[in-house]
Structures are given as structure tokens and as C-alpha cells.
């Protein structure tokens, strides 16, 4: 909490509780908003992709993958992470998913 609004700080935080357990989902899931927020897309989908294989149900987490990878420029991964999201059976914004669509949808 004492994190918020110092991105910074919340970034320590996110990455000393990703040290002490790579697959804690709400700290990937807040680390990759700081790092999205900061024009660090592209550092997100390892760590990520690690979490979720571990909490696959985490709304916040893939919702996030998908935005780093739209945000990188890789709308196909992004996608894919839609895809494998809804898959798990993770509502995803239907605004999010509209921007990574293809002309025949997911």
C-alpha cells in the first residue's frame, strides 16, 4: 500500500515479492501496470507467463499480458493471450479485447 502512487517505490515492492515467489500473481499482475505505465511493455510476458502457468484464473494478470503485448506492438501474442484467457474462462474487457481482434475475431 505504501507503494501507490510512487512508481518507483511500487516497483521495488512488486519486484522484492516476485524475488521472495516468481509466481505470485497480484504483485506480476501490478509490476507489469508499473512497467506498461513506464514504456517497459516488452519486460512484462517472461514474468507474466511465469505467474499465470502458476494461477491461470488470474483476471488482472492476463488482462494485463494482453495489454504489454498490444503495447509492444505484437498483436498476434496479444491474441494469443486473449484467447488462452478466455480459454481459462477469465472475463477479459470487451474494449481490450476489441483492439487485438483479427478480421475473423480471436
Known amino acids: 500500500e505504501a507503494?501507490?502512487?510512487n512508481g518507483a517505490a511500487a516497483e521495488?515492492?512488486?519486484r522484492a515479492a516476485l524475488a521472495a515467489d516468481p509466481t505470485q500473481?497480484?504483485?506480476a499482475a501490478n509490476l507489469a501496470g508499473v512497467l506498461v505505465a513506464t514504456g517497459r511493455a516488452v519486460e512484462v510476458?517472461?514474468?507474466l507467463e511465469?505467474?499465470?502457468a502458476a494461477w491461470p484464473r488470474h483476471a488482472v494478470g492476463w488482462t494485463n499480458l494482453?495489454?504489454?503485448y498490444a503495447a509492444s506492438g505484437d498483436r498476434?501474442?496479444?491474441r494469443d493471450a486473449a484467447r488462452r484467457a478466455l480459454g481459462f474462462g477469465v472475463t477479459l474487457?470487451?474494449?481490450l479485447v476489441a483492439t487485438v481482434e483479427g478480421p475473423g475475431g480471436l
Open 3 to 5: 507503494a501507490r502512487g
Open 12 to 14: 521495488r515492492a512488486y
Open 25 to 27: 500473481p497480484d504483485a
Open 45 to 47: 510476458p517472461p514474468m
Open 50 to 52: 511465469k505467474a499465470l
Open 66 to 68: 494482453v495489454v504489454a
Open 76 to 78: 498476434e501474442r496479444a
Open 93 to 95: 474487457n470487451p474494449e
